[in-house]
């Protein structure tokens, strides 16, 4: 029997993380925990550790250290603390697979660190991808790392093409389900609150990546993150939205035909399927049952209610640093969302007006990307004060 693949896992108390550890728990024999990370969630962090008996384990929020490390201590498990430490712990040469879940722009430099350190990539994280996908990828080259996506929409196009990788991609199309308010009209818009944005219809996600989904920011963010995975252009990537979150993403080739991944909406199963790749393990996930579905809708999505969609495209379109300016506004406005500092309608408006005003680089480095983010970030909320 080989060892079992060792992996971190930067986010572990988040929604993808946790469900991780789902997967980990059921294969003993083909994964263990080296590194579990955490920003706020030290209570949740140290049951994992407990559980799991990592290598070492960060907590982001350096106030919780002490607790995290009083608990671990005796255990031998050691404890580091601060975003440094997060983009630090990845080097370590006994990990195989770093397993990126941390929320928004925060993945980013702790993915680069692992690049660079050979790891190989499980990317759950798109945020990384929009906002340096170009410099992303270059890297992943140079240090021949690969990234497996974890999204379910990009895993379903990855196991699309395996075995297809000679052959030219004519065009991919995303499934979106819509969200809670799919159907709705700017007018329904105006009055919804955060707790109705929060109510998905079939993922179980966490917060921020929520509101997206209900917004279509969602989509628009895997659209970018779409063109640097599988090397396409904009006219290349299709949105479809279709309500049952039954097929996961589709390619089609240049002969015509269409190729779909097909599945419940469980996140498990592109988890462990890029732990896991080549292989496909054997698991207890409850399976699709062609009975309980009398059929499947598919819709063109509404790029005038929900502009976030087509501001993406924009963004993606115009390239340089226009999706990293669009993805640190969004993550502004969906934390005052959250706060109901904002209408649902708002984030959008403030978004574009972001893109408007902050400046444009049509080739930058990674220190104008932190630039940038940081100013999008300044902006987006000195536009926030004359709207609250």
């Keep these: 029997m080989s060892n079992p693949k060792s992996v971190a896992i930067l986010g572990s108390t988040g929604s993808i993380g946790t469900q991780t550890l789902e997967v980990i728990r059921q294969h003993p024999e083909e994964f263990q925990v080296e590194v579990l990370t955490a920003q706020n969630?030290?209570?949740l962090l140290i049951q994992q550790a407990l559980e799991f008996d990592p290598n070492a384990?960060?907590?982001g929020n350096e106030s919780h250290y002490s607790a995290v490390k009083e608990a671990l201590d005796p255990k031998g498990i050691k404890v580091f603390a601060g975003q440094k430490a997060i983009a630090q712990v990845v080097?370590?040469?006994?990990?195989?697979?770093?397993?990126?879940?941390?929320?928004?722009?925060s993945g980013l430099l702790?993915?680069?660190q692992a690049i660079k350190a050979g790891k190989a990539i499980a990317l759950a994280n798109k945020e990384t991808?929009?906002?340096a996908g170009e410099i992303i990828t270059a890297l992943a080259k140079e240090y021949e790392v690969n990234i497996y996506p974890v999204d379910s929409e990009h895993s379903a196009i990855f196991q699309c093409l395996v075995g297809e990788f000679h052959n030219p991609i004519e065009k991919i199309i995303l499934t979106a389900s819509g969200g809670p308010f799919r159907g709705k009209d700017r007018a329904f818009l105006e009055t919804?609150?955060?707790?109705?944005a929060l109510k998905h219809p079939n993922w179980d996600m966490?917060?921020?990546i929520t509101i997206d989904s209900a917004s279509m920011m969602n989509?628009?963010?895997e659209v970018i993150e779409a063109k640097w995975l599988f090397g396409l252009k904009k006219e290349q990537i299709d949105v479809v939205v279709h309500p049952q979150s039954i097929i996961h993403s589709l390619v089609q080739f240049e002969d015509g035909s269409l190729k779909a991944q097909l599945g419940l909406p469980d996140m498990r199963i592109p988890i462990q399927f890029a732990l896991s790749y080549p292989d496909r393990l054997k698991s207890d996930f409850e399976r699709f049952d062609f009975a309980k579905y009398a059929s499947l809708d598919f819709e063109a999505p509404d790029l005038k209610t929900f502009r976030n969609l087509q501001l993406a495209y924009d963004a993606l379109d115009r390239g340089g640093n226009a999706p990293c300016i669009l993805n640190a506004a969004n993550e502004i406005v969906v934390d005052a969302f959250l706060k109901d500092q904002v209408g649902f309608l708002e984030m959008s408006e403030l978004i574009e007006e972001a893109l408007h005003k902050t400046e444009f680089l049509a080739s930058p480095s990674l220190e104008d990307y932190i630039h940038t983010d940081q100013r999008a970030r300044e902006i987006t909320k000195e536009l926030l004060t004359k709207v609250s």
């Design 192 to 196: 919804v609150t955060k707790a109705q």
């Design 110 to 112: 702790p993915t680069i």
């Design 91 to 105: 080097e370590m040469s006994t990990i195989d697979v770093v397993l990126t879940a941390l929320v928004g722009y």
């Design 129 to 131: 991808m929009v906002v």
């Design 41 to 43: 969630n030290f209570q």
């Design 57 to 59: 384990v960060v907590i």
């Design 206 to 208: 966490g917060a921020k």
């Design 219 to 221: 989509k628009g963010l």
